[in-house]
């Protein structure tokens, strides 16, 4: 689905963002650590990204746009 694709791309960015502006280790390193220890680098950061997402009018535009024209393959 192209929507999700939008929110990862979005979501990639904002955590490239925040580990620039942070002492957060780079993604590179963040990649080999175990996923307990990832998860609590991260948590912080996928709240932050899901309240943009939930609040964030331009957001919401963004996955209208991605959305129209698509066909349901579910019918």
């Known amino acids: 689905m ?3 694709g939008v929110i990862k791309m979005l979501s990639i960015d904002t955590i490239n963002e925040n580990i620039a502006q ?6 590179q390193e963040i990649a ?3 996923l ?3 998860y609590k680098l ?7 990204i899901a309240e943009d997402v939930n609040n964030d009018p331009e957001l919401d535009f963004f996955s209208e ?8 393959d579910d019918d």
């Open 22 to 27: 942070s002492s957060l280790p780079s993604l």
């Open 2 to 4: 192209k929507t999700l």
């Open 42 to 48: 991260l948590r912080p950061l996928i709240q932050e």
């Open 65 to 72: 746009i991605e959305g129209e024209g698509l066909e349901n």
């Open 36 to 38: 307990s220890e990832r």
């Open 32 to 34: 080999q650590l175990s």
